[in-house]
């Protein structure tokens, strides 16, 4: 009889794994569909020359950031946008639910209908933003390169990425449901995995090719990404427990005495996004420069340029910015200290209703300026390793991409154990 306490081994993971049916179908099933999309992102399109729009793209900023969410941009296959519509389309939902009273409505007090409904919603949006975003993308980077460049052209190119970032919306939420982990999360996942052989193969090239001092930086720089890794395990789990205490009920002549518990705050709320918004933030001049070649434009677009000193003040000013942002959208002190009210609940020493709220609202406050200033270390410090080791070869695989990594590895082997654990309890059943 194992215990109900103890956490699965791994041994005892990977036995359910290969024996639940359950288990291994959603594995099979999110194995195969991962696996369909990366071959669609080689499918090319037609009528393309690749290889002048890769050689001339290179080393543009904006594709780089494309890379992260599409895992091969440059290659300009049927599903090149990936998921990043649907990325775009459920922040935009998100940040319009905080604003629109309606759509708060819909989140709150309609329940499983209402998500319903916000999902829809989100998926209408992607669809609009997916085909802006071809437009662009077919009428200013591609069509140059287009063996018979015109209006039919630039229709057929947009439809065709516009058709295929649906279908990867659609795979990720035959993920989601029928499958193991967020779809969306393990795509983007799958991405940045994708790009890791050729990072390792360079790195590997590059090591037999110089000198010991070329090693040496080498594993400089493999040890500041495995201490990041750490780093970003501990912070992403780490949470403050506030204590709760709550009242007793009774049940006709018996009292109940509830048991404590309490209310995990994390340290780094917003996860990844506060990078990302930071991210596509400073982009804006770069992707301005190239659509309207202004002098103005362009100038602004060289002083926030990646590696200045402008862009990496501007970077951490805005990843404080945006870690307080989500945070508030995550976490609604008010909202906290009603409901705590309304359960019969409290926190000890502290007095409930507006007490309780400011108590939290500044918990929270100092814990979002701590995992901020995480995110920031975390965003430069592998950059500036890289650039005074002048190892480029991990370039593609940075700050945004390591807090991916481990955040949706983490969230994927949780899901797993909680499967893990529900069988055992099943197993107990059936013994009694």
């Known amino acids: 009889m194992v215990s109900q306490n103890k956490a699965p081994t791994a041994q005892e993971t990977f036995m359910q794994m290969a024996q639940a049916a359950g288990l291994r179908s959603r594995l099979l099933v999110t194995i195969g569909l991962l696996v369909l999309v990366r071959l669609g992102v080689f499918l090319p399109m037609p009528g393309i020359d690749r290889a002048a729009f890769a050689a001339s793209l290179q080393n543009n900023p904006l594709i780089g950031f494309l890379d992260i969410f599409t895992g091969g941009f440059l290659t300009l296959g049927i599903f090149a946008l990936g998921i ?53 993308i077919s009428a200013r980077l591609i069509a140059p390169y287009a063996q018979e460049p015109g209006f039919l052209f630039v229709v057929k190119t947009t439809l065709a990425l516009t058709a295929g970032s649906m279908f990867v919306m659609w795979v990720s939420e035959l993920i989601t449901e029928r499958g193991v982990g967020n779809g969306a999360s393990l795509l983007i996942f799958l991405n940045i995995v994708s790009a890791l052989p050729k990072s390792l193969g360079d790195t590997i090239r590059l090591a037999e090719s110089g000198g010991r001092e070329q090693v040496g930086k080498i594993i400089i720089l493999l040890v500041v990404f495995l201490v990041t890794i750490v780093g970003i395990v501990f912070v992403q789990e780490g949470a403050r427990r506030i204590p709760i205490i709550s ?47 202004n002098p103005t434009v362009i100038q602004i677009a060289n002083l926030l340029a990646p590696g200045t000193a402008l862009h990496v003040v501007f970077y951490l ?116």
């Open 247 to 293: 009242a007793r009920r009774q049940v006709g002549r018996k009292v109940f005495l509830e048991k404590n518990s309490y209310l995990p705050l994390r340290l780094n709320q917003g996860g990844v996004m506060p990078i990302i918004f930071a991210s596509a933030v400073l982009i804006i001049p770069t992707s301005l420069a190239q659509v309207f070649p």
């Open 84 to 136: 990043l519509p649907y990325i775009n389309a459920s922040i935009i939902v998100q940040l319009l639910t905080q604003a629109i009273p309606s759509l708060e409505n819909l989140q709150k007090n309609e329940g499983e209908a209402g998500r319903r409904k916000i999902s829809q919603i989100t998926r209408y949006v992607a669809l609009g933003w997916g085909f802006l975003q071809s437009t662009f």
């Open 317 to 432: 000013l805005f990843i404080v910015f945006f870690s307080y942002f989500y945070a508030s959208l995550i976490v609604n002190p008010v909202d906290l200290a009603q409901n705590l009210k309304k359960m019969g609940s409290s926190i000890p020493g502290i007095r409930p209703g507006r007490t309780t709220s400011e108590y939290v609202e500044r918990v929270l406050n100092r814990l979002t300026f701590l995992g901020a200033i995480f995110l920031g270390a975390v965003a430069i410090i592998p950059t500036a390793v890289e650039s005074a080791t002048n190892i480029r070869t991990f370039q593609g695989i940075g700050a945004t991409s390591l807090l991916i990594l481990v955040g949706v590895a983490i969230d994927t082997a949780k899901q797993i154990q909680t499967y893990v654990i529900s069988q055992r309890y099943e197993g107990m059943v059936k013994q009694e």
